[in-house]
């Protein structure tokens, strides 16, 4: 298929320099963080991006910073621990009763502050089909396991033939109650949930699509439609977000993300503490400061839009809830 550079996903620093999202300054900056962690900003994203605005909140996410380079002394590889709770390649079974399965490791873009940046990456990590199917071979042989959970990498970037293979296998799991995705799919690459996709999903299960995104300008109008599209083919549509300085770390920002999930039929369900991924010190909102930005979202809006703030614990713990205990930890 002819593709114009516009409508190609910018995968290098010259192409965020080309298309005016970079200063040419920062180039050189740009490429040796590239070649630790990937750059992706697809054409949906790029359109988003207010390039005359230095703090702009959307490329905030996306375009890399020198600072990346620098660990911090608390900044750790695998700050969820996914790596001691791994069962057999490509399963994550830290709770008892539900289980990560990631099938591959791409994603549509690749966000500056990811959790798994040391990790992800466009050369993926997709199982082969032996390692997938000994992967839902385990969900099959794990009874104590009524819930799987699609991550990665993004598993909306699978094509529809595998994703079906997925859903239909987990979807013939007895003890199988309910299957989630967690995806960046629909805000950062609305037009990759094509019908063919939609119908990938099919399930007789409960099925629920938790959308990441951290700001209300990443709610565009073909996100809106790809959005309504999941929503009318009865996927159960929630939102999570991290809290982000430079983004999302104002009430204002915050009361506006939620209330553009709640338009789109996302009922918020998860804002993220930061977690400590080497590189990422320059997004880290202390979690006082986060209770304070929450408690204000209280009694001014509805509580639908509401989401519970969690943090990770180190070294494996799982979420916890953002308290004034934690923050005194
Ligand atoms: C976050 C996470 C889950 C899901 O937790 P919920 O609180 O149910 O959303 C499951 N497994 C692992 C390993 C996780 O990190
Ligand atoms: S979409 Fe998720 S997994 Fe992928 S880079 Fe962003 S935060 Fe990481």
């Not at 375009?63 to 660990?71: C, F, K, Q, R, Y």
């Not at 799991?173 to 609305?190: E, F, G, K, N, T």
Request: aromatic share 6%.
């Amino acid at each position: 298929m002819d593709q114009t550079i516009r409508e190609q996903t910018i995968r290098t620093a010259s192409g965020l320099v080309a298309a005016g999202l970079l200063p040419p300054g920062r180039e050189s900056e740009a490429a040796a963080v590239a070649t630790r962690y990937a750059i992706a900003v697809t054409p949906i994203v790029a359109g988003m991006i207010d390039a005359a605005d230095p703090a702009d909140p959307i490329a905030r996410q996306y375009i890399p910073d020198g600072a990346e380079l620098t660990t911090a002394a608390w900044e750790i590889d695998d700050p969820t621990a996914d790596a001691p709770f791994t069962p057999i390649k490509g399963v994550v079974h830290r709770y008892p009763d539900r289980a990560l399965l990631k099938p591959l490791l791409a994603c549509p873009v690749y966000c500056r502050f990811c959790f798994r940046r040391e990790v992800v990456g466009p050369g993926g990590g997709l199982l082969s089909d032996a390692e997938l199917e000994a992967a839902l071979d385990w969900f099959a042989a794990t009874p104590a396991v009524t819930e799987a959970i699609l991550t990665g990498g993004d598993p909306l970037m699978l094509s529809p033939r595998r994703l079906a293979r997925i859903m239909q296998r987990l979807s013939a799991i007895p003890h199988i109650q309910v299957i989630r995705l967690h995806s960046r799919v629909p805000v950062s690459d609305p037009d990759r949930v094509t019908e063919a996709q939609v119908a990938a999903l099919e399930t007789e299960k409960a099925l629920f699509l938790c959308v990441h995104a951290n700001h209300a300008r990443e709610f565009s109008a073909p996100a809106a439609a790809a959005l309504r599209r999941l929503n009318r083919s009865g996927v159960v549509l929630l939102g999570q977000s991290v809290l982000l300085r430079g983004v999302n770390d104002t009430s204002e920002a915050l009361e506006a993300l939620f209330r553009a999930m709640l338009r789109h039929r996302v009922k918020p369900y998860y804002l993220h503490q930061l977690d400590a991924a080497p590189g990422t010190a320059r997004f880290a909102v202390p979690p006082e400061e986060g209770l304070r930005l929450v408690a204000n979202l209280r009694g001014r809006v509805t509580g639908l839009a509401w989401p519970t703030y969690v943090v990770e614990s180190p070294g494996g713990g799982g979420k916890r809830l953002v308290t004034a205990q934690v923050q005194a930890a």
